[in-house]
């Protein structure tokens, strides 16, 4: 099988902190290009990328594989993503 070439970019992309997300990733590689590599249901996919804390262990190391990066790189990005997600969840507490 051949390797979508937008795999290296990605690859290059994360390895010059200029990804911060998992979401980024699809900014340059289609969802369906990991999704149909990674021989998962598109939807299924698509809701674990809006919401990563649903990846599975092996789900990263897969998806670690494909892009050809450590899959502690993809755990640093969830983490920035869910960190966010919380951080917009907190409102501010009224002053008195």
Request: aromatic content about 8%; overall charge positive.
């Amino acid at each position: 099988m051949v390797r979508d070439p937008r795999y290296r970019a990605v690859r290059s992309l994360i390895k010059g902190n200029e990804i911060s997300t998992i979401k980024e990733i699809f900014e340059v590689l289609p969802r369906t290009v990991l999704a149909r590599d990674l021989r998962q249901n598109y939807a299924q996919f698509a809701a674990k990328i809006r919401n990563p804390t649903r990846f599975t262990v092996l789900d990263v190391f897969r998806m670690a594989s494909w892009i050809q990066v450590e899959p502690e790189q993809l755990v640093t990005l969830m983490k920035q993503e869910v960190m966010a997600k919380l951080a917009k969840r907190k409102k501010p507490k009224p002053k008195v």
